[in-house]
C-alpha cells in the first residue's frame, strides 16, 4: 500500500536541492522568485521580511539609500532614494509599489501561491506576481542595470522607490497617511508612476485617473398591514419603485457602454449589492404582513468626469425622495476633487510635458500605449493626484491575462524582464527632464 509518508525524505531533499538552486542562481528572475515567496497577504501581512529582503537587495545597488519610517509603530514603510544632480532645485520622481497583497485561498490554485513555482513556458505563479510585485522589483533591477550599462548616468532629479503597506485595505493607514507626513514634504515629488494593469494585447495600459466608490444605503419606510390587503404608500412599494428608477440609469449607463461611446470604468455604475425586510419567522419570513421598513444598499462608482452635486441632487429627487417616505445614506470612500478643486485625474496630452516624456521613453523601450484609461476601481494613486501632484497608473504587462486578486495569479518571465528594459527607459528620461509643470484642472465632461 502506498504511504505517503514514505515519500516525505525525498520530498524534502527535493525542496533542499529547489533551496539551494535558488540560492546559486542570482538572476532577476530567481530575485523576483524570492520577493514572491514572501507571504505578505492580509489579513495579517508580514511587512518585516520583504523591507529586509529589499533593503538588502538595494545595498547591492551603488548610491541607493535606504530609509524606514513608521506610519504606526506596527506599519512601517521603506523608501529608497537615487540622488540627483540637480537637487533641489528640481522636484523628485517617485515610483511607488505596494507590500502588502489580497488572500489567496490554496486549494483552488495549481501552484501553491507562495511558491513562485515557474512552469516549463516560464509562467511564474504567485499571489502579487501582477498586483503589484513585479513593479516593486523592476524598479530596482532597472536602476542596477542603468547603473551597470552606463556608469556615467547621474539622474538630474531625485528618484525615489517607496514601498507602502496596506493598499489593499484602503491605503488609509499607508500612503493616506504617509502623504500627510513632513518626510513626504520634504521628498517635494514633482512626479509619479504607481501600479497598473496587464494588458491582453501587444500594448501597455496606462491609468490617469481612478474611479470613487460610494456606497449608498436607501431606506423605505411605510404602514404595515395585513399582507393580503391593497393600500398605498407601503415600505416595499416604496422601495420598488426607487429600485426601478435606479435600474433605468444603471440601464442608460450600461447602453452607452454598449454602444462603444465609453469604457465601462468612464460612466458612473450603479449595482445593487444587498436587500434587507421582512419579519423573520422561526422558518423563514411571516408571509401575511407586509413590513414597515426595507432597504438595499448599492455600490456606486464614480469617475472624476462625473459631477457629485449633480449625482446628490438625483439620490435626493429621484432615488431616494423623502415624498415617498424614504432616506438615504452616502459613505464616500474616497474623493473626485482635488485640492484645488479640480477632478482628480492627471493629464494625457502634450501640455503635460510628464505625459510626453513619459510616452516618448515608452516608445524607445519598443513599446506602445494604448488609449489612457480611467482604472474601474482605486489605487494609492489617489492620494497623490489630491495634491496636484500628476501621476500615471501603469504596470508594463503586455500578452498577459487580466489576473489581479485572481485564483492562479501569473507573470510569464518574458513579460517580467522586458517590463526591466521598459523602466530603464523612463527612469532614464524623466529622471533627465529638465522642464517644469504647473498642474491646471483637466476639462470636466458628465457622462
Ligand atoms: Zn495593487
Given at each position: 500500500m502506498f504511504n505517503p509518508l514514505q515519500r516525505v525524505p525525498l520530498l524534502l531533499f527535493f525542496l533542499a536541492l529547489s533551496t539551494i538552486s535558488a540560492a546559486e542562481s542570482d538572476t532577476p528572475i530567481s530575485r523576483f522568485q524570492n520577493y514572491l515567496r514572501i507571504n505578505t497577504a492580509?489579513?495579517?501581512?508580514?511587512?518585516t521580511s520583504p523591507i529586509t529582503y529589499l533593503i538588502n537587495f538595494a545595498n547591492s545597488i551603488p548610491n541607493l539609500h535606504s530609509k524606514v519610517l513608521h506610519l504606526t509603530p506596527t506599519i512601517p514603510l521603506l523608501l529608497l532614494t537615487w540622488p540627483g544632480t540637480s537637487t533641489p532645485s528640481l522636484p523628485s520622481i517617485l515610483f511607488n509599489s505596494h507590500l502588502d497583497s489580497v488572500p489567496a485561498e490554496?486549494?483552488?490554485?495549481?501552484?501553491?501561491?507562495?511558491?513562485a513555482h515557474k512552469t516549463s513556458d516560464g509562467r511564474i505563479f504567485a499571489r502579487g506576481a501582477q498586483d503589484d510585485k513585479c513593479i516593486g522589483m523592476q524598479y530596482l533591477e532597472a536602476i542596477k542595470t542603468i547603473q551597470s550599462k552606463d556608469p556615467d548616468f547621474k539622474p538630474l532629479r531625485n528618484v525615489h522607490i517607496l514601498y507602502v503597506p496596506e493598499e489593499e485595505v484602503g491605503g488609509f493607514d499607508g500612503m493616506g497617511k504617509f502623504v500627510e507626513t513632513k518626510e513626504f514634504k520634504e521628498l517635494n515629488v514633482g512626479f509619479v508612476m504607481d501600479e497598473g494593469q496587464a494588458s491582453t494585447n501587444d500594448e501597455f495600459r496606462v491609468f490617469y485617473a481612478d474611479r470613487t466608490p460610494w456606497h449608498m444605503v436607501i431606506k423605505a419606510v411605510g404602514t404595515p398591514g395585513h399582507g393580503s390587503r391593497l393600500y398605498d404608500n407601503t415600505a416595499m412599494e416604496n422601495l420598488m419603485k426607487s429600485i426601478e428608477v435606479i435600474t433605468k440609469f444603471r440601464e442608460s449607463k450600461f447602453d452607452i457602454v454598449k454602444a462603444g461611446l465609453a469604457a465601462n470604468s468612464e460612466v458612473i455604475s450603479v449595482n445593487p449589492v444587498f436587500l434587507k425586510a421582512g419579519i423573520p419567522s422561526?422558518?423563514?419570513?411571516?408571509?401575511?404582513m407586509q413590513p414597515s421598513e426595507a432597504e438595499a444598499g448599492f455600490d456606486i462608482r464614480m469617475p472624476p468626469t462625473a459631477d457629485p452635486q449633480l449625482m446628490r441632487k438625483i439620490i435626493e429627487e429621484q432615488w431616494a425622495p423623502a415624498w415617498r417616505n424614504m432616506t438615504y445614506e452616502i459613505t464616500e470612500k474616497g474623493f473626485l476633487r482635488d485640492n484645488m478643486g479640480c477632478p482628480l485625474m492627471t493629464l494625457t496630452?502634450?501640455?503635460n510635458p510628464w505625459w510626453s516624456v513619459f510616452n516618448e521613453a515608452v516608445t524607445r523601450a519598443g513599446g506602445k500605449l494604448s488609449k489612457p484609461e480611467i482604472l474601474a476601481s482605486t489605487t494609492d494613486a489617489r492620494f497623490m493626484r489630491r495634491l496636484g501632484i500628476p501621476t500615471f497608473g501603469f504596470s508594463?504587462?503586455?500578452?498577459?491575462?487580466?489576473?489581479?486578486?485572481?485564483?492562479n495569479e501569473f507573470l510569464k518571465d518574458t513579460v517580467y524582464l522586458e517590463g526591466i528594459k521598459v523602466y530603464e527607459s523612463i527612469i532614464k528620461s524623466l529622471s533627465s527632464f529638465e522642464g517644469s509643470y504647473e498642474h491646471r484642472c483637466n476639462a470636466v465632461s458628465q457622462q
Open positions: 492580509h489579513p495579517n501581512p508580514n511587512y490554496p486549494e483552488k490554485w495549481t501552484h501553491p501561491p507562495f511558491s422561526p422558518t423563514g419570513f411571516v408571509m401575511n496630452s502634450d501640455s508594463p504587462m503586455k500578452n498577459t491575462p487580466i489576473l489581479l486578486h485572481d485564483h
